[in-house]
C-alpha cells in the first residue's frame, strides 16, 4: 500500500441500479481494485439494488463472472474475500416492497459512512432519495453520488436538485464527472500550480489557442435509445468537456480545498461567450455519422442503428468557445467530441504563440509552435512538443519533437479507472473532484441556448462518414482561423 492509499473508515456503499452495465462493468471493478490494495477495511458492505430477482449469492456469481471477464489474472481467493462484503436486495424503486428489509440492512450499521449510488436513469432519483429520507436512513455520515447526467437543460437539472436537496443537502451530494478523476486531469493541477514554468505563460499573451478532443471509436449501440434522447452536446460536452475546460482556465485557487477549486472553475463557466441564435451557425458544428469503416470493420450509420432515418440528434459537435476575461480574452478554445471517428482519444492541447521573429533561413525547417498536450485517455501522460536542431552533421535543420512522458512507463504502474479514485473520495467526504449545483446549473446556463439555436434553425446534423473525424464543416471551423486540429502524429 502507498501514503496515497490509506484505509478509509468503514462504510456501506449502497448501489442502485446494482446490476446495471455502469456497476457491473466499473463501480464494482474499481471497488474491488481499491480492496486488493488494501484500502477497503474488513466489515465495510456493498449493497447492490435492482428489480431482478437475485439473492446475494445470485448477485455475487454475477458480478464474480463480470469481474474474472474484465481481469482474467484476478485471484480466487482474493475474489471470494471480496465478494463476501457484497450483498443484494430487490426492490422496486418506483414501489413501497422491500424498503422495510433494505431499510433494517442498512440499520444494522449506523456507525457507518453511507454512501448512496444512484446508478440508475435520472427519472428514478426522486423516489429513491424520498424513499431515503422517508425510512430516515440520512444518518451520521451519508452521502449521495448522482450519475450524469444530472437534467437535460436547466429546468430539469434544477428539478432533479431540488428534489435529492429535500433529503440531502449540497455539501452530502456528490455529483460524479468521471473525467475530472482521470491522473491527466489532476495533473494539470500538478503542472500548472506545482511548477513556476507555465502559469506566467498561462494567458492570453503566450497561448494562442486551445483545443479540447473527446473522441470515439464506437457507435451508440444498445444505448441507441438514451443517446437519442441526448446527443454529443448533452452527453459529452455540456459535462466533461466544460469541466476540462475548467480545469485549464481557472484561476489559481487559493488552495485545493473543495470550495476553492469548485469556485474558481465556477468563474470561468459564468464568463464564457453565449452562443445563441445570433452566432450558433459560425460557431457550432452538428455532425451524426453514416455508413463506413470503423476500427477495420464495416458499420451502419446512426439511422440504421436506431431505426429512425428522420433522427436530428447530433453524434458530433465541434464548437468554438471565447471566455471573457482578462487572462483568456481573444484566446479561442475548440472543442469537438463525436462518435464513430478514427481513433479513441481525449486529450487536452494547449497551443503556444509563434516565436515574434525567425533567426533561421527557411531552408533548415519551418518554426512550428510549441505545444503542451495532456492526453486523459488512451495512455494517459503529457507531451510538451519543442523545436530542436535535428541531432548530427548535415549544418542546421529544426524538429519539432515531443518531450513525452507516459506515465504508465514513467512510473511502470497501471493506470486504475478514475471511479477507483472518485468512488473513495466520497467515502472519505472529499468533494473536489465533484460538480457542485451551481457548476451544473452555469454549464446548462450556457448550453441550454446552443441547443435552442440548433431546434430553432430546424438545419439537421451534417452527415459524416463512420471512420471520419467528423464533418468537413469541423476542419472548417478551426481552419478558418488559420489553424489546424492537433495531429499527434505528425
Ligand atoms: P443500465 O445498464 O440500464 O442499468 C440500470 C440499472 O437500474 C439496472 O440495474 C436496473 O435493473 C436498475 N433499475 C431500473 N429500473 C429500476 C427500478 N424501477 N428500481 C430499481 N432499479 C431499477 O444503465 P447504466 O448504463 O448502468 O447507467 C446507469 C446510470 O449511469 C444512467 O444514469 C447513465 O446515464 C449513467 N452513466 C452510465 C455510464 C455507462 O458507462 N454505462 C456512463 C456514465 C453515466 P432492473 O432492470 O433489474 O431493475
Not at 473543495?258 to 451557425?281: G, Q, T, W
Request: hydrophobic share 45%.
Amino acid at each position: 500500500m502507498t501514503a496515497s492509499s490509506q484505509v478509509v473508515e468503514l462504510f456501506d456503499l449502497v448501489i442502485f441500479g446494482g446490476t446495471g452495465d455502469l456497476a457491473v462493468r466499473k463501480l464494482l471493478p474499481a471497488l474491488f481494485h481499491r480492496f486488493a490494495d488494501g484500502q477497503i477495511p474488513a466489515g465495510s458492505r456493498i449493497i447492490g439494488i435492482a428489480r431482478e430477482a437475485l439473492d446475494d449469492d445470485g448477485y455475487r456469481a454475477l458480478l464474480r463472472k463480470a469481474l474474472v471477464a474484465s481481469d482474467g489474472s484476478l485471484g480466487a481467493e482474493q475474489l471470494d474475500t471480496f465478494l463476501q462484503l457484497v450483498a443484494y436486495r430487490p426492490l422496486d424503486a418506483r414501489k413501497a416492497d422491500g424498503w422495510d428489509d433494505f431499510a433494517a440492512l442498512i440499520g444494522e450499521h449506523p456507525d457507518h459512512v453511507r454512501v448512496f449510488y444512484l446508478s440508475t436513469s435520472p427519472e428514478l432519483f426522486v423516489d429513491i432519495c424520498a424513499r431515503l429520507g422517508q425510512y430516515g436512513l440520512n444518518q451520521g455520515a451519508s452521502r449521495v453520488v448522482l450519475e450524469k447526467p444530472v437534467g437535460r437543460d436547466l429546468a430539469s437539472a434544477n428539478q432533479i436538485n431540488d428534489d435529492v436537496g429535500r433529503v440531502f443537502d449540497e455539501s452530502q451530494t456528490f455529483r460524479i464527472d468521471h473525467y475530472l478523476g482521470k491522473e491527466t486531469v489532476q495533473n494539470l493541477l500538478a503542472l500548472r500550480f506545482g511548477n513556476a514554468l507555465f502559469e506566467p505563460l498561462w494567458n492570453a499573451g503566450h497561448i494562442d489557442h486551445v483545443q479540447i478532443t473527446v473522441a470515439e471509436t464506437i457507435g451508440v449501440g444498445h444505448r441507441a435509445a438514451y443517446y437519442d434522447r441526448a446527443g454529443a452536446l448533452r452527453d459529452m460536452l455540456q459535462n466533461h468537456m466544460l469541466q476540462l475546460l475548467c480545469m485549464v482556465a481557472m484561476e489559481p485557487p487559493s488552495s485545493l480545498s473543495p470550495d476553492a477549486v469548485r469556485d474558481e472553475k465556477l468563474k470561468v463557466l459564468r464568463a464564457l461567450k453565449p452562443i445563441d441564435d445570433s452566432n450558433a451557425a459560425q460557431l457550432t458544428v452538428r455532425g451524426q455519422y453514416r455508413a463506413g469503416v470503423a476500427e477495420g470493420a464495416s458499420v451502419p450509420g446512426y439511422p440504421d442503428e436506431l431505426g429512425n432515418a428522420k433522427s436530428n440528434t447530433e453524434t458530433f459537435v465541434a464548437l468554438k468557445a471565447e471566455i471573457a476575461n482578462w487572462r483568456w480574452a481573444g484566446v479561442p478554445f475548440y472543442l469537438r467530441t463525436g462518435k464513430r471517428l478514427p481513433n479513441r482519444v481525449s486529450e487536452i492541447v494547449v497551443v503556444f504563440k509563434a516565436v515574434p521573429h525567425s533567426i533561421f533561413d527557411p531552408s533548415t525547417g519551418s518554426l512550428a509552435q510549441n505545444r503542451l498536450v495532456l492526453r486523459l485517455q488512451p495512455d494517459e501522460g503529457v507531451k510538451l512538443w519543442l523545436t530542436i536542431k535535428h541531432p548530427g552533421p548535415g549544418g542546421l535543420r529544426l524538429r519539432h519533437v515531443p518531450l513525452d512522458m507516459s506515465f504508465a512507463e514513467a512510473f511502470g504502474v497501471q493506470q486504475r479507472d478514475a471511479y477507483e479514485r472518485l468512488l473513495l473520495d466520497v467515502v472519505r467526504g472529499n468533494p473536489t473532484l465533484f460538480m457542485r449545483r451551481d457548476e451544473v446549473e452555469a454549464a446548462w446556463r450556457w448550453a441550454d441556448p446552443i441547443l435552442a439555436a440548433w431546434g430553432a434553425s430546424g438545419v439537421p446534423p451534417k452527415p459524416y462518414a463512420a471512420g471520419s473525424w467528423g464533418p468537413s464543416a469541423a476542419v472548417a471551423l478551426i481552419e478558418r482561423d488559420g489553424r489546424t486540429w492537433h495531429d499527434d502524429s505528425e
